[in-house]
């Protein structure tokens, strides 16, 4: 799904995969795996067949574009956002050169390093995804506005690199952000199709980033697993609307040029080729949400729930007739329903690509914490983003039964060759 052009063999030479170390190793855990499950004679013929499944499952990371922006939605997101706590540009310089190399082994399903070479140290490689396919792992990384200058500091010389559009949000009209969730200097957003592996992939980024940057806030989330829904079909979000009809076309280089990719002109030059993503974790009052009628709940989307339709029309993808009246004289589709406002004269666009979450227990009202990680990915945040959420914050009728709860803006630096690193157009 990524415009990427480099070739999954290329990128496969000489190194070792989490296949390989398990197929090799004589010592440590592993090793004692295999031999409890006692398939070492099976192996060889489970190996030709998981390679080919294996490659199907790999998203390449380098290339023109970062991958998971443009990429399907896998079933996971693990969604990090990072403070800088070193005060020279070297180091930085040298996150990002590690980051990029683990997270091109990472995607391919390889370990960081070695699984245990040392026995007198602790292993490279955290270890839970040891055997696991590369599970369509995506990386993506992005920088914040408090990158370049906060507390009125120039922290690493870059002020004059700072996009014009990198700036923290407006306040919104009902935003109800804490400080837990909101912000941050860096990004990295891992996405899967196995939570476990988004996981071992945060972590072990995070383990390298030690000395360097600390975890601000962290958040996971899910869609309905592509195990559950053979038939592919736009997922449910958690008040069981159907969610991701209206979309640009991910496989149009011309909208994700118009919409998405930062384009030569735009701004800074570092930026060309990356996108800016808007994040907002936004609560879902699930409890209030199912006491309300069904009619109700269609005319808060101006969709029907069962189908995905505009009101008024039959099938998901008809489209809708915002002259039509109901008997009573009233819009069919109500002109503070979410689609209808978000939509607006049609010219303001956004690529979004977010996941359900689902955090246990809101301690302060005893309600289930859950509800939407939005992401989304524009081109000029000013004329995206910003524009559609002011209306949405002035008269969504979804406002009832919402809150926003966190919020960051970050620019997701472009793609990068293998060789070079995430990053280098900025600190160049
Ligand atoms: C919990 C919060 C939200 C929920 C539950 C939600 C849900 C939905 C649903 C069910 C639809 C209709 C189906 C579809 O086309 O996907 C929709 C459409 C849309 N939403 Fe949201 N949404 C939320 C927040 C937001 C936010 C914060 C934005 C951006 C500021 C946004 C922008 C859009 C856009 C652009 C569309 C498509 C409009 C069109 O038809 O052209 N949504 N949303």
Redesign the pocket.
């Known amino acids: 799904m990524t415009n990427n052009p480099n070739s999954i063999e290329a990128q496969k030479a000489n190194k070792i995969s989490r296949r390989d170390v398990l197929k090799t190793a004589g010592v440590g855990g592993v090793g004692i795996l295999l031999g409890a499950s006692g398939f070492g004679g099976l192996m060889s013929i489970t190996e030709s067949k998981a390679t080919s499944k294996t490659e199907k499952e790999i998203v390449p990371f380098y290339g023109k574009h970062q991958s998971g922006i443009t990429t399907k939605a896998q079933n996971h997101i693990y969604f990090v956002s990072l403070d800088v706590t070193t005060s020279k540009k070297e180091d930085l310089i040298k996150l990002f050169k590690d980051w990029t190399k683990a997270s091109g082994l990472m995607t391919e399903g390889k370990t960081v390093g070695e699984l245990s070479s040392n026995e007198f140290l602790p292993p490279k490689d955290t270890g839970e995804a040891a055997g696991l396919s590369p599970s369509n792992l995506t990386i993506t990384f992005g920088v914040g506005p408090s990158l370049f200058v906060k507390n009125n500091q120039d922290r690493f010389g870059l002020k004059q690199k700072q996009p014009k559009e990198l700036v923290d949000l407006p306040k919104f009209p009902l935003d109800a952000l804490e400080e837990v969730w909101t912000g941050g200097d860096l990004c990295i957003q891992a996405c899967a199709d196995d939570l476990q592996v988004a996981f071992h992939a945060i972590r072990n980024l995070i383990r390298i980033a030690r000395g360097k940057a600390i975890l601000r806030w962290a958040q996971t989330g899910f869609q309905r697993s592509k195990q559950a829904d053979s038939k592919n079909e736009?997922p449910r979000?958690?008040?069981g609307?159907?969610?991701?009809?209206?979309?640009p076309d991910v496989n149009s280089e011309k909208e994700m040029n118009e919409i998405v990719w930062v384009q030569p002109g735009d701004g800074p030059n570092w930026l060309v080729n990356g996108s800016y993503l808007?994040v907002?974790r936004?609560?879902?009052f699930i409890e209030v949400w199912d006491r309300t009628l069904l009619k109700e709940q269609e005319n808060t989307?101006?969709?029907q729930r069962e189908s995905?339709a505009?009101l008024g029309q039959k099938n998901e993808f008809d489209k809708?007739d915002f002259n039509h009246k109901d008997e009573n004289g009233q819009d069919h589709i109500p002109a503070d329903s979410?689609?209808?406002l978000?939509?607006?004269d049609?010219t303001?666009?956004?690529l979004?690509r977010?996941f359900s979450y689902s955090d246990g227990m809101d301690v302060k009202t005893g309600a289930l914490d859950a509800?939407?990680l939005?992401v989304?990915f524009q081109r000029t945040p000013s004329k995206q983003?910003i524009p559609?959420?002011t209306r949405?914050a002035n008269m969504?009728k979804?406002n009832e039964?919402?809150s926003?709860r966190g919020s960051a803006i970050f620019a997701c630096l472009p793609g990068t060759k293998q060789g070079g690193f995430i990053g280098e157009t900025l600190f160049n």
Not at 241 to 247: E, L, P, Y
Request: aromatic share 14%.
């Open positions: 736009t979000n958690l008040f609307f159907k969610d991701g009809t209206i979309n808007v907002r936004i609560q879902m989307f101006g969709r995905g505009p809708p979410h689609f209808r978000s939509r607006g049609g303001q666009k956004i979004r977010g509800g939407l939005f989304g983003f559609i959420q949405l969504d979804l039964y919402i926003h």
